[in-house]
């Protein structure tokens, strides 16, 4: 599998595809049994569809995607309860060493930043990078820690579900997430929005580069969209 590689440790990887634009304007014929007649007909047709929110005919095709994230990450996007997901068990196996550690810029950038650090408002406290420095070196400290509580747990017989207790929401986890066309632009929808958190927003980033190659007449109807809002 391609990998688009995110954040420090994490990924998207496209598993499989089903259906394609002309199977969409397949969809839309049934009453009429025409079937795909040519893009140079049809281009008008599949806007017409997308426009005026003539949806199912986009559910005819979709894709399976393999995500490499923290934990937090698929917490927000496992709010999208229209897809299907298979996620690794630390009930099962150990999770491996890998943990979220963003960088001193995203810090910076996240916390001065009103709209995404609302928690600071009218306290007067605007993050400097000293202090950035000195919480990120804390937090590789506390992953350090709770690795070697986690791996104490393991050694001394804890069962692995209850072992996983101390695991931080920044370590990494993999699923398999499935869905149609059209439930995926409903997460880019939401998901690229610049008000969605960067770190959902690097991989819905992925995603849609992923339906542009796969889909790419009806990510153009998408993406004007997009453009007009």
Request: charged share 25%; hydrophobic share 40%.
């Amino acid at each position: 599998m391609h990998k688009i590689k995110l954040l420090d440790k994490g990924y998207v990887a496209l598993v499989e595809t089903w259906g394609s634009d002309e199977r969409f304007i397949e969809a839309a014929r049934m009453s009429t049994g025409k079937g795909f007649e040519g893009w140079d007909k049809d281009e008008k047709l599949l806007a017409y569809l997308y426009n005026n929110k003539h949806a199912t005919p986009f559910e005819m095709g979709g894709m399976v995607i393999e995500v490499k994230a923290p934990i937090f990450v698929f917490r927000e996007w496992h709010r999208h309860r229209t897809q299907s997901y298979n996620e690794m068990s630390a009930r099962y196996a150990p999770l491996p060493d890998e943990n979220y550690l963003p960088s001193t810029e995203r810090l910076l950038a996240g916390a001065n930043t009103a709209t995404t650090n609302k928690q600071a408002q009218g306290s007067g406290v605007v993050l400097d990078e000293l202090h950035a420095r000195r919480w990120r070196s804390d937090l590789m400290q506390a992953y350090a820690d709770i690795q070697a509580l986690y791996t104490e747990g393991l050694e001394i017989g804890i069962p692995k579900e209850l072992a996983r207790l101390p695991v931080p929401v920044a370590r990494y986890s993999r699923m398999r997430a499935s869905a149609n066309l059209r439930n995926w632009l409903a997460f880019l929808t939401l998901r690229m929005a610049p008000a969605a958190q960067y770190e959902i927003r690097c991989y819905a980033d992925a995603v849609a580069e992923i339906v542009s190659e796969q889909f790419p007449r009806t990510w153009a109807l998408f993406d004007k969209e997009r453009a007009h809002d």
